[in-house]
């Protein structure tokens, strides 16, 4: 079984699109959505489109569960929008979506898809996280690949037999590349990036009504973010959390 992972689409349609022609080309067996499917420019239609989408399997993230109150009030603003875009059966939906799918991959063997770990859609991994640490976080897990997101940056890390896999953000990415990242899954990985139409994506976003749209496209559309940046962020917070 090849399997395409898509995580983090964060509602960026146009984003998603240009993957999806790719993905199409590839002819995977199954496509598995990592979380944070909707939060963005337009819930609504990411979720139709989606679930379009013949043998798509999905996770949920942090994102679908619309927590408030949010860190800030543009945060918390936002949330209330996207929120406000999507009817009663499509927060059900992301409600009722599973933590956690395994699939049995060619040359992978057992693989575990969650949005952050295993145990939590929270939890932060990234390049920098301590060997020691990244194994306390597969603690009883049997399988031996472990697939995930969250912090939109790719990663394919081994530790002492485990494979970690982080298959990057199809709508916020942080590579410091302005394109859309995924995985290709079987019979190895492979991390893979999509060009997107910039100014087709920005005009859509702006138009969207998203209360961040102006930010975001500025941040993150015609301009990215680099990892530099971020790992050290996420790796602070994880402190303060005590994930460290």
């Known amino acids: 079984m090849r399997v395409a992972a898509l995580y983090d689409v964060h509602g960026n349609v146009p984003a998603l699109e240009a993957v999806l022609g790719e993905v199409e080309r590839e002819n995977p067996d199954a496509i598995v959505f990592g979380g944070d499917i909707a939060s963005g420019p337009f819930p609504q239609e990411t979720i139709e489109l989606v679930r379009s989408l013949s043998g798509a399997r999905f996770v949920r993230g942090n994102a679908d569960r619309f927590e408030l109150p949010a860190p800030d009030p543009e945060a918390e603003a936002a949330v209330r929008w996207v929120r406000k875009q999507l009817d009663d059966e499509a927060v059900a939906w992301l409600a009722a979506l599973p933590e956690t799918v395994t699939l049995e991959l060619d040359g992978l ?60 953000s199809i709508g916020m990415p942080y590579e410091g590349e302005v394109a859309a990242f995924w995985a290709l899954l079987g019979p190895d990985v492979e991390l893979r990036r999509t060009p997107i139409d910039v100014e087709r994506t920005a005009a859509a976003i702006l138009e969207s009504g998203w209360p961040r749209a102006e930010g975001f496209v500025e941040e993150n559309v015609r301009t990215a973010v680099g990892r530099e940046e971020v790992v050290p962020l996420f790796e602070r917070m994880a402190r303060e959390r005590g994930e460290r």
């Open 109 to 168: 063997g057992p693989t575990l898809f969650c949005h952050a770990t295993p145990r939590s859609d929270l939890e932060i991994v990234t390049e920098a996280t301590p060997d020691e640490k990244l194994l306390e976080l597969v603690e009883g897990v049997d399988e031996g690949v472990i697939v995930s997101g969250h912090t939109h940056m790719q990663l394919d890390r081994r530790v002492d037999g485990v494979r970690w896999v982080n298959a990057g």
